[in-house]
């Protein structure tokens, strides 16, 4: 205790000392400088003897209260700023005293997790029964996404599919531009995903089946899967008109046609007959997506249902998201939440997440000519896109279901910077910044 | 074990039990549940406040109301910005105080008229988003000439015409000291920032102008704390704020996102001190970065921006002043902050768009802040006179509602029950919106009246209603 004490005394006392000398030494430089500048100076000392260096340096311009720093390339030192060098290094070595750099580790973070979320594998290849040339698997997580708990993957890589639909529908300019005459035919619409784009898989929404617009019959949906199954060899989510009745019929005959493709039905929901479908898929090897919109309870609900038929590797989860501004926030705490709480245990929220991106396009200023200033929405548009994707990618989402081929493109280039062991080479240039003369924009 | 609030209880028991009701509430009791809830302040106390004897209790009561991450204030001449404050890791767990700040630069080497005009495009932005207005909160200084003089010149323009909080950037700290020099109060800048090589130098001049300080450690955690323990804790400064450093690219930019994960993790569930102060990031970097065109170089800035946001920044800087940059980062901004134990919504109830009468047209929606802000302001702008419905859809959109059955017949008969709708209007008809046209049946069935289906979009509120709103097509949907 008294040790301690004593320790203060002359930590204090040091302390003093390096205050003075921290000054002196200002003053001697300001000196050599010929510049002063003192302000809410205050010094107490028992003896204090200051020799000013006799010089004629002290020039009229004292109020600018401006301090210039010696410069750093003098040849030789004039003998003011050789004394006030003198006082520096003193002044150091108090300081050191006083003040050192502490040594301190930064201790990891060490969360218990004991949940893990399921790997679900979308697409069947030949020796699985399909057709598939390439499968992708999802899932498998352990930890919260992104923490870098334990290295720099805690299961599976997110992927990326692209959408088409089954017959024109209103889409963003920024869309069409891009895929021109291609949005008149899915399939030709699927090969410049594979081809040009890098879609790791294809989404087709049935919307053509929608009573209220078309309602063709499930053959004919049946026949669409069948050419795209047969021009692209990547997985397929097949996406109903969101008319639970009907969904049920279509997914049946889909299911029926390729039972063994590992199809992927998007999407399942409490408003459907789920034992009049599930029964069917049970007996495929087909990937549900249970969609239950931002409500953990109905989440839980739902996939206690479905688990009567279909095994567990074999269901996504689809918390839904609106775009930047629409309500993005419910969805991306909601995915939080399911999330953390699978990682704690709740099997029933243990699976991978879907996400439809293109939600992000229901959000007006994602699509809408706005003044000048916010910039044209051929740009707008997929940013806003990829923007709603990244927030979801920091939820914890592993399939992104995206309508503009930007985003694919940077959301690829995000994954593989996520998935790379955090190092750097160039620390300093993180500071470069402060110092550049930068294009003004 | 993560940071805990106090409960109220423990909170009450140190409160004067006046029951004055001075702050508002009708007693003591009810006062320390809104303390706990982080919706009042101990400064709404007037007896705690007055009476001097009682200021330990004040401490102990500020104490464990205090968040594990500090709260710091920034000052310009006119405005004032406060970052950190926070309680939780993730928003669901309570709410994030204090939205990230968001910082654009101004380089002392531009001339005066773009330094002049970066200001106005900085001070009058604005984005009217559910009644609320989006806007840029600080100018950051930076000094590419490395002359004191030149920067303290750019730093007194820049104090002279603009209103804003001043973040004071270089790493030289003769060059930070000459803009500290032109900054009389109410100025209350930050300095950026303190690094292995000039933290002396940096402390010195924070203690001596009573400044908030940045601590640059960038790709080095271990540096990071050691200067924040030197600093805070041997130093004794305490207003300080971290920065461990943006990065892009391979091992750049999963160093980053673990490097604010990490020291936000820390700081709320371990409590650990030395970390627990607000996070800046430098998006600004990815100009040093990238030497692509200009426009993927503000695409990834923003990305960057976006993505730290999320992951626990509090103040950003940021060079681009585009608005499609901006517009989504101020947007996800309020978002992020808004309180999830309270939807964004609206009453719901019967509204008046223009002067409706019994024979006008009775136009549906939910009570999402957000859908019945632009709803109502369409519908204005095309000068209809109508009803509008507003369902209580418990504070979700259109399509969300009806995938989520918030939106039903059940629902709408209700709302038109408890309007007296049927005494204000002689027709039969509703018109519903377009992303609601499942529910057309359903809403039927329901209610008994005819269910038209209306555009998708609001904006062609006006359009539609003068295509259907004629007598000829009334008396055929009534038919």
Redesign the interface.
């Known amino acids: 205790m008294s040790m301690e004490k004593k320790d203060e005394k002359q930590e204090l006392e040091a302390r003093k000392q390096a205050n003075i000398y921290s000054l002196l030494a200002k003053l001697t430089e300001a000196l050599a400088e010929g510049i002063v500048e003192l302000y809410n100076v205050e010094i107490e000392a028992d003896e204090l003897t200051i020799i000013l260096p006799e010089t004629g340096a002290i020039a009229p311009q004292i109020p600018i209260p401006i301090m210039v720093s010696p410069p750093k390339q003098t040849v030789e030192a004039k003998p003011e700023a050789a004394v006030a060098t003198a006082v520096a290094k003193t002044v150091e070595v108090v300081a050191k005293k006083v003040v050192e750099l502490a040594k301190v580790a930064f201790e990891e973070p060490r969360p218990k997790y004991s949940g893990r979320v399921v790997e679900v594998k979308l697409g069947a290849t030949r020796s699985e029964g399909g057709t598939r040339e390439k499968t992708i698997v999802i899932g498998g997580h352990t930890t919260p996404p992104y923490l870098y708990l334990i290295g720099y993957g805690s299961g599976h890589t997110p992927a990326f599919g692209g959408d088409t639909f089954d017959m024109k529908i209103g889409l963003p300019r920024a869309v069409r531009q891009v895929f021109g005459d291609a949005l008149d035919n899915p399939i030709e619409w699927a090969s410049l995903w594979i081809n040009k784009f890098g879609a790791e898989a294809i989404d087709i929404h049935l919307v053509s089946t929608d009573p209220t617009i078309r309602d063709a019959p499930p053959k004919e949906a049946v026949k669409i899967v069948d050419m795209l199954l047969q021009s692209v060899k990547v997985p397929i989510v097949v996406g109903g008109s969101g008319n639970p009745e009907k969904d049920v019929e279509v997914f049946r005959s889909i299911i029926e046609a390729y039972p063994s493709e590992g199809l992927v039905i998007n999407s399942l929901n409490l408003d459907m007959k789920l034992e009049a479908i599930c029964r069917h898929i049970a007996k495929s090897n087909a990937i549900v997506i249970n969609f239950s919109p931002m409500d953990l309870d109905k989440a839980e609900q739902i996939n206690r249902k479905v688990y009567e038929w279909i095994p567990r590797n074999r269901i996504m989860l689809d918390l839904n998201i609106g775009g930047i501004g629409y309500g993005t926030e419910y969805g991306f705490t909601v995915m939080e939440r399911a999330r953390l709480s699978a990682l704690i245990g709740n099997e029933l929220l243990a699976h991978p997440f879907n996400v439809g991106a293109a939600n992000a396009w229901g959000a007006r200023e994602a699509w809408i000519t706005m003044d000048p200033y916010w910039g044209p929405k051929e740009i707008r548009g997929p940013l806003w896109e990829t923007l709603t994707c990244i927030i979801c990618l920091l939820a914890g989402a592993d399939y992104f279901m995206i309508l503009h081929p930007l985003t694919i493109k940077v959301l690829r280039e995000m994954r593989e910077y996520l998935f790379s062991e955090p190092k750097i080479s160039d620390p300093d240039k993180a500071l470069q910044w402060l110092s550049s003369k930068l294009p003004i924009v | 074990m993560p940071w805990q609030p106090p409960s109220p209880i423990q909170i009450f028991q140190l409160l004067p039990k006046t029951n004055c009701g001075k702050c508002g509430e009708p007693n003591c009791m009810a006062f320390a549940v809104k303390l706990v809830n982080f919706e009042a302040t101990l400064e709404a106390c007037p007896p705690l406040i007055e009476d001097l004897k009682l200021r330990p209790i004040f401490e102990k009561l500020k104490s464990l109301l205090a968040p594990p991450v500090r709260e710091i204030e920034l000052r310009g001449s006119k405005k004032i910005v406060k970052i950190g404050g926070k309680y939780v890791l ?3 767990e309570l709410r994030y105080m204090n939205p990230t700040a968001i910082a654009i ?1 101004i ?1 002392d ?2 001339d005066r008229e ?1 330094i002049l005009k970066r200001i106005e495009i900085v001070e009058k932005f604005e984005y009217d ?1 559910v009644g609320q207005k989006l806007k840029l909160d600080a100018i950051a200084i ?3 000439s ?1 002359d ?2 030149q920067f ?1 010149r750019i730093v007194q323009f820049v104090a002279e015409n603009s209103v804003l909080p001043i973040i004071l ?6 060059v930070i ?2 803009g500290l ?2 900054l009389t109060p109410p100025h209350k800048p930050l300095l ?2 303190a ?2 090589d000039n ?2 130098e940096m402390a ?1 001049l924070a203690k ?1 102008f009573e400044a908030p300080l940045s601590i ?1 450690s ?5 540096m ?7 600093i805070t ?3 004794g400064l305490q207003d300080v704020v971290l920065d461990p ?11 980053t ?3 604010y ?2 020291i936000r ?2 700081a709320i ?2 409590l ?1 001190r ?1 970390v627990g102060y607000p996070l800046i990031a ?1 998006p ?2 990815v ?3 990238l030497k692509s065109d ?2 993927e170089i ?2 990834w800035e ?2 960057m921006a ?2 730290l946001m ?2 626990y920044a509090d103040l950003l800087i940021l ?7 901006l ?2 980062l101020v ?2 901004r ?3 902050y ?1 309180d ?1 134990r309270k ?1 964004v919504a609206v009453p719901p109830g019967l509204r008046e768009i223009g002067k409706p009468d019994e024979n006008s047209p009775v136009l549906v929606t939910t009570n ?1 802040a ?1 859908t019945y802000s ?1 709803v109502s302001s369409d519908a204005e702008k095309s000068k209809v006179n109508a009803w509008l419905l507003v369902i209580d859809t418990e504070g ?2 259109v ?2 509602s009806v ?3 918030k939106l039903t017949g059940e629902k709408v008969r209700e709302a038109i029950k408890s309007s007296n709708l049927e005494q204000k209007v002689k027709h039969r008809i509703l018109i519903l919106p377009g992303k609601a ?2 529910m057309q049946g359903d809403i039927e069935d329901a209610t008994g009246w005819k269910v038209v289906v209306g555009p998708a ?1 609001s ?1 062609e509120i006006g359009k539609f209603l003068e295509k259907i709103w004629l007598p000829e097509k009334l008396k055929e949907l009534t038919a």
């Not at chain 2, 960038?218 to 271990?222: F, I, T, V």
């Not at chain 2, 990071?224 to 030197?230: A, E």
């Not at chain 2, 060079?319 to 499609?324: D, R, V």
Request: glycine share 6%; aromatic share 16%; charged share 20%.
């Open positions: 993730y928003r669901h630069d380089d080497s531009m773009n988003y930076r000094s590419s490395n004191p003089k303290a950037c270089s790493l030289n700290p003769a000291e000459a020099n032109v950026y920032a690094t292995k933290w002396r010195e001596r640059a960038p790709g080095n955690l271990d990071l704390v050691s200067l924040s323990k030197t804790e041997d130093i450093g943006c990065f892009i690219g391979p091992g750049g930019l999963s160093y996102l673990k490097a994960s990490w993790y820390k569930y371990d650990w030395y430098t600004i970097a100009w040093n970065y200009i426009t503000m695409w923003a990305i976006l993505t999320t992951r060079h681009s002043l585009e608005g499609w940059t517009l989504p947007m996800w309020f978002q992020l808004t999830p939807p999402y957000l632009i979700l959109a399509d969300v995938a989520g059955r046209a499942r979009e904006s």
